[in-house]
């Protein structure tokens, strides 16, 4: 990988991670509704789909490079993390719909986020083209999507991938990034899971706290 194309990916994917901090965190705010539908599911899986798949590739994508197999050594990374998001997407969508929707809405900003980025990046470049733009929303949308957890497992990929990079003289600077995007694909698959879990026990927990009502009468003699 040419070192200014991947310094020049890091720096977008580092825009990406903050934009999970902003829009990401703000999409997956909790509401009093809990209400799912059979829609919400679908869109759900839909949605957790492709925010699984594009994460399993990224994390892949450098350890691959170094074997044989290459592309397809990207193949099962990629449809692990479609089944794990799209179970978790189908998950939350069936539980509150309003969840699903604020992770479409915050997959479209960061999207916009990622294009942008690849966009900003383009002096840095020695080959660019307007399908470099879409591959940044593509992986921007995803990772936005797939909520905070992409952004925590970003900063901790990049704290133990730098620091790795610096102690152990062995370990070279694509080694580092490799660690890092796996930070963010592990995070933001995650993500999914974490999130239907958490959908899940809110439902157990709202069907739980049912109103008691409580009758007395008073006797008179």
């Keep these: 990988m040419n070192f200014s194309r991947a310094a020049g990916s890091i720096a977008a994917i580092w825009l990406f991670a903050l934009s999970c901090g902003s829009a990401g965190l703000r999409g997956q705010e909790t509401t ?89 990046v383009q002096p840095f470049l020695e080959r660019w083209s307007w399908g470099d733009v879409g591959a940044g929303a593509v992986i921007g949308g995803a990772v936005a999507a797939s909520g905070p957890g992409a952004a ?20 070279k600077l694509p080694d580092a990034l490799a660690v890092t995007l796996f930070g963010l694909a592990a995070g933001g698959i995650g993500g999914w899971v974490w999130r239907a879990i958490d959908a899940k026990e ?20």
């Design 152 to 171: 925590i497992g970003f900063g901790a990929g990049a704290i133990v991938g730098v620091a790795t990079w610096q102690l152990i003289p062995s370990v």
């Design 202 to 221: 809110n439902e157990r927990g709202s069907a739980g706290a049912q109103p008691a009502v409580l009758g007395f009468s008073i006797r008179t003699n």
């Design 32 to 120: 009093d509704s809990t209400d799912g539908s059979t829609w919400a599911a679908v869109g759900g899986a839909a949605l957790g789909a492709y925010s699984g798949t594009v994460l399993g590739a990224l994390g892949s994508l450098i350890p691959c490079t170094r074997t044989y197999e290459g592309p397809a050594c990207v193949r099962p990374a990629a449809i692990g993390g479609g089944i794990i998001g799209g179970l978790g997407g189908a998950t939350i969508g069936a539980i509150d719909a309003s969840l699903i929707g604020n992770s479409f809405v915050a997959g479209v900003i960061g999207a916009s986020v990622g294009g942008a980025a690849l966009l900003a």
